[in-house]
Structure formats: C-alpha cells, structure tokens
C-alpha cells in the first residue's frame, strides 16, 4: 500500500509506510522534509501591527497605510503620515509583504520616523508590484496626443527589430 500526500507517491520515495514505527517517521528524513514543504508552504502576509497594505477600494485607492491596531475579525486602524487615522474594513485593504517595527497605537511623530527608518516608500517603488501600479497611473494619465507618440514610438521601434532580424536571418544563411 503506498502512501500518497499532495500528489505525490512517498513508498517511493522511502516514506515508511502506515504499518511501521511511527517514532521512526520523525527520524526519516523524507518525512521530515515534507513536513517542513507543508509547514512553510502557507499563506505569510499576516494582519499585525506594523503590516504595511495597500488601499483597494473607497477614497483612499491606492494609497499605502500601516497598521496600527486591530479592532476585531474584519476591521483594522490604519494611519499613514497623509491622512488622518481611521478604521478600514479588511475587504478594503491589501497586505504587502513590508512591515515595520511600531507598537500599537503610536503617535504621528513615531510611524513617521518608524516609516522613514524602514525606508517603507523606495521598497514599495522597487518592488515589482509598486513599479506595475506606478506605470498605470502613467499611462491613465497620458493625453491622446502622448498615446498617439507612444504608438509611433512603438511602430519605429518595431521596424528597427524587424531590420535587424532580417539581417541576422541574411548573415546566417550565406
């Protein structure tokens, strides 16, 4: 009888089967790291205090808050240094994987400096998440003029690798 666990057959694999020792289980180390795979494998964005997220939805999209307390099973507090402290559903925000060492509930002053310490604004403009929404805040923002020299810009830029194709193809033929 073979053992199978996330798709895998791990008889195979030197897992021991259902009838053997179990305190040799803990020992084997194919049990062990698979354990290990299931352990860490998880979701690792947690609601805790100091937990950087992203507004999705309302007046504040788009916006970065920390937050500094949780208020129960759906709500949080949420600051951020340009707006004033308010309680946000969880359904509204969206967990980064940046946070910050505050405890909870502190002043203006103190998530200012904690914000600036961690250096939480350039980790969010280069990570790849930030680039992507910096870029479509660009591009809403484009006028038709700009759109229509974005697209002689592409249809040059195409022409000129189309170019260097053909001679590449040339080369490689004689």
């Known amino acids: ?41 998880p979701f690792k964005r947690f609601v805790e205090i100091g937990r950087v997220a992203l507004v999705n939805y309302g007046e504040d999209y788009g916006r970065l808050v920390v937050i500094v307390d949780v208020i129960d099973q759906n709500r949080a507090l949420v600051d951020a240094p340009d707006m004033v402290r308010c309680q946000m ?10 946070t910050i060492k505050i405890k909870r509930i502190p002043k203006k002053k103190t998530l200012i400096e904690a914000m600036e ?28 003029f700009d759109r229509f020299k974005l697209m002689l810009a592409k249809i040059k830029r195409a022409g000129l690798v189309r170019q260097e194709l053909a001679q590449l193809k040339k080369q490689t033929a004689t």
């Open 1 to 41: 009888m073979s053992i199978m666990l996330v798709g895998l057959n791990l008889k195979s694999h030197g897992f021991p089967s259902p009838s053997s020792n179990p305190s040799r289980r803990l020992t084997d180390p194919h049990f062990c790291a698979i354990c290990l795979f299931l352990l860490l494998q």
């Open 89 to 98: 559903n969880f359904k509204r925000l969206t967990l980064t994987d940046i």
């Open 117 to 144: 310490a961690a250096d939480v604004k350039n980790k969010w403009e280069n990570s790849s998440w930030g680039r992507k929404l910096i870029v479509q805040k660009r591009r809403a923002a484009l006028t038709d």
